[in-house]
């Protein structure tokens, strides 16, 4: 069983940036996959980026180039730097975890973009 926590949410001016943190807890080891999606109001869910152990990485095309994801597997901490932030990247963020099959999700962080 893994558990997610996100930090990091918030409000920030467009044209702003913000860190988020995804701490990961109860595994022996670091999940191969994580990933942060988003959900804006009365939006479905979407994929925002993510990061294999190894350190792969992709991203969505809205955010390429603006944001950027890492990790630090000996804390099982995962990152999304978001920079250049705009009103459309209001959303609440998730964290993703993928381990042995399974997905866990963490609880979501606000992040609101406006002036």
């Known amino acids: 069983q893994v558990q997610l926590v996100e930090s990091g949410g918030g409000l920030v001016q467009p044209g702003g940036s913000l860190r988020l943190s995804c701490a990961a807890s109860?595994?022996?080891?670091?999940?191969?996959?994580m990933g942060w999606y988003r959900q804006a109001p009365g939006k479905q869910r979407e994929y925002v980026a993510s990061?294999?152990?190894?350190?792969?990485?992709n991203y969505a095309d809205s955010v390429k180039g603006r944001f950027t994801i890492s990790r630090d597997n000996a804390k099982n901490t995962m990152y999304l730097q978001m920079n250049s932030l705009k009103p459309e990247d209001t959303a609440v963020y998730f964290c993703?975890?993928?381990?042995?099959?399974?997905?866990?999700w963490g609880q979501g962080t606000q992040i609101t973009v406006s002036s």
């Open positions: 993703k975890a993928n381990q042995l099959g399974r997905a866990y």
């Open positions: 109860g595994s022996t080891f670091s999940p191969y996959y």
């Open positions: 990061i294999t152990r190894g350190g792969s990485t």
